[in-house]
């Protein structure tokens, strides 16, 4: 059974789904290719809701230029420099998804930040 409402001013499409003994779940062919899935998707707990979503591709340009420009004003360059860029590349994601989390429990809590700093520290600083 597929149902539509509305949450707030957001047109929201629902089907309920089976789950196998498994605990495997089928996509609807309408949300996969709404949503652009195509073989991986990302599972996300938030609050009581499980999220799934069609996973992000890495495309590795995520401050790239930035990264660059710090390690050649630290003054690395060839093989140095690129095994530092594929490293400090590496942190970006999972920095930003440790700074959303925080960033989350500050609000729930009321209080707290997190800077620039806090996440983006270098190798040395370490």
């Known amino acids: 059974m597929q149902e539509t409402m509305t949450k707030g001013r957001v047109l929201m499409e ?4 089976s789950i196998s003994a498994k605990r495997q779940i089928t996509i609807p062919q309408k949300f996969f290719t709404m949503l652009g899935f ?3 998707a990302e599972c996300t707990v938030r609050g009581n809701e499980l999220v799934i979503r069609p996973a992000r591709t890495n495309t590795g340009g995520e401050f790239a230029e930035q990264i660059l420009a710090d390690l050649i004003a630290r003054g690395y360059s060839g093989n140095d420099l690129l095994e530092r860029f594929k490293k400090a590349q590496g942190q970006v994601r999972p920095a930003v998804e440790a700074m959303l989390v925080e ?3 500050a609000v729930a809590s ?7 700093e806090d996440v983006f520290c270098t190798e040395d600083e370490e």
């Open 14 to 17: 629902m089907k309920k789904l």
């Open 38 to 40: 195509e073989t991986e």
């Open 103 to 105: 960033a989350e429990q």
């Open 110 to 116: 009321g209080g707290g930040y997190i800077s620039y």
